[in-house]
């Protein structure tokens, strides 16, 4: 005999039952004894509140679950930023500052930004790193082996600044160093000579247009090419040798060791370059 | 998976209503579950009265654990009433001082199987079957004859017997193998032990005969 033929006798024994009539009265015995327990019947409400809570414990579960995780995800990315960003480069903590700042630069999508985003990053970190060694306390005879690291951090930071600094202006993106300068204006350039000089209107769009007219003496008017240059609101005019200086000279003054001002200096070129 | 889905939330329902001791919830449940016991504790101990009483103390008991708040986060509520019955049983065991030695072919209550859909013919071999079945479970050792019960018997799925039994899955697979192999040895035994006669009484038959 297999294994099979005897479950399908086994099977067979499903079919034993008890009598119905001991099956009914002990059915009402039950119910008697059960009721004289004190048990009632729940209300409308709780039975909804349970109806409720079945459906989220039973179909919801994999939701559950995903939502759960979907949910800590963002409160931790809204609420570790802020933490994260105040650890410094000898917290245990940093290396999870380094990381969330990795996501938030992989996960932008334009190159300006991300750009942007990364000597932002750059010069936080070098000035982080000044700050600590500026700090008599730490960097002393006990900590030579960590101050030699921090060093080596500030000027691979300080490289990232100047590589990103010189891909943005690459890119045709542009710091302005002028805050005044509006961002919507629009340089229409006549100049059909060719020792430079012509007409420069700007122009408003929306609101209103005007115009400064400037024309030299003894200009022809007969132009023959018109140059139109519009700038949009992304870009804005390049100065890059001017952030460029003030890091090498952020550089300079932090091989000297004079941190406080280096992380000064880093600051300003942050400035001009936001 | 829907069915899954309703199956899932109406237990869910159920649970959540007895542990807030809804007397309406507790009917339902002693409704889906009693014959499974009473089978239970029947093919365990043999006698059918024994079986009535001891299956309405168990669904006392179980009243009871839910007043007391004692159902704790139970998985499931088959797994607590099953409990209750295993240790109901051993009660039973200790209080009478013998296990199941009477085979459960009782003349006085036979349990009689109807089943409309069955030929006459079907039924009689259902009959037969039942008979050599419930007469070789009494021989087998009593967690071998429990978890037979629970399996083929009951449907119970591996998962709930070892939670019940309190053993790893793995256990319980393999305990399951070693049973069925038992209860095979045995019906073999008989069925080899039933030819030997029938050669034996066809021989003497056919020696009358020829003396005749």
């Known amino acids: 005999m297999t294994n099979s033929q005897l479950i399908a006798k086994l099977n067979n024994l499903k079919k034993v039952n008890p009598d119905q009539k001991w099956l009914e009265s002990n059915r009402e015995l039950l119910l008697s004894q059960v009721s004289n327990s004190g048990a009632e019947n729940l209300s409308i409400w709780k039975v909804m509140i349970i109806n409720v809570s079945s459906v989220f414990k039973s179909a919801a579960q994999p939701a559950y679950a995903l939502g759960v995780f979907i949910f800590l995800l963002l409160a931790g990315s809204l609420f570790s930023g802020p933490l994260l960003a105040k650890t410094k480069p000898n917290d245990s903590l940093y290396i999870a500052r380094i990381i969330s700042e990795k996501v938030k630069v992989n996960t932008t999508f334009s190159s300006v930004a991300r750009n942007k985003m990364e000597v932002k990053f750059a010069s936080e970190h070098a000035q982080d790193i000044s700050v600590i060694l500026s700090d008599p306390a730490f960097n002393n005879e006990a900590n030579q082996d960590q101050v030699a690291r921090l060093n080596n951090s500030f000027n691979e930071e300080v490289k990232t600044v100047k590589e990103r600094i010189g891909r943005l202006s690459a890119s045709g993106a542009a710091v302005s160093d002028n805050p005044s300068a509006s961002k919507n204006d629009e340089v229409i350039i006549a100049d059909s000579t060719k020792d430079g000089q012509g007409i420069q209107l700007s122009v408003q769009p929306l609101i209103s247009a005007t115009a400064t007219l400037a024309i030299p003496a003894g200009f022809n008017l007969n132009a023959t090419s018109v140059d139109l240059m519009a700038t949009s609101t992304e870009t804005e005019k390049v100065e890059p040798t001017k952030a460029d200086k003030i890091i090498d000279e952020a550089q300079t003054l932090f091989d000297s060791k004079d941190y406080v001002k280096a992380s000064d200096k880093l600051n300003e070129a942050y400035e001009i370059i936001k | ?212």
């Open chain 2, 1 to 212: 998976m829907s069915i899954n889905l309703v199956q899932k939330f109406k237990d869910q329902q159920v649970l959540s209503k007895l542990k807030s001791c809804d007397k309406e919830a507790f009917i339902k449940v002693y409704d889906d579950n009693v014959k499974d016991i009473h089978r239970f504790v029947y093919f365990k101990i043999g006698g059918r009265e024994e079986a009535n009483d001891l299956t309405s103390m168990i669904f006392l008991k179980a009243w009871n654990h839910i007043q007391n708040k004692t159902l704790e986060d139970a998985k499931t509520l088959r797994a607590l009433l099953y409990k209750i019955a295993r240790n109901a049983i051993v009660d039973y065991y200790r209080e009478t001082g013998n296990k199941v030695t009477a085979s459960l072919d009782d003349e006085d209550n036979r349990l009689e199987v109807i089943d409309e859909a069955e030929n006459p013919q079907e039924r009689l071999d259902r009959t037969a079957d039942l008979e050599l079945i419930k007469s070789k479970l009494p021989l087998l050792k009593e967690e071998y004859r429990e978890v037979i019960i629970m399996k083929f018997v009951n449907d119970l799925s591996l998962k709930e017997i070892a939670e019940i039994s309190e053993k790893s899955k793995g256990n319980v697979r393999v305990l399951l193998h070693r049973a069925l192999n038992a209860l095979r040895e045995l019906v073999e035994q008989d069925t080899k032990q039933g030819i030997k006669q029938d050669t034996k009484q066809a021989k003497l038959a056919g020696n009358q005969g020829a003396k005749l």
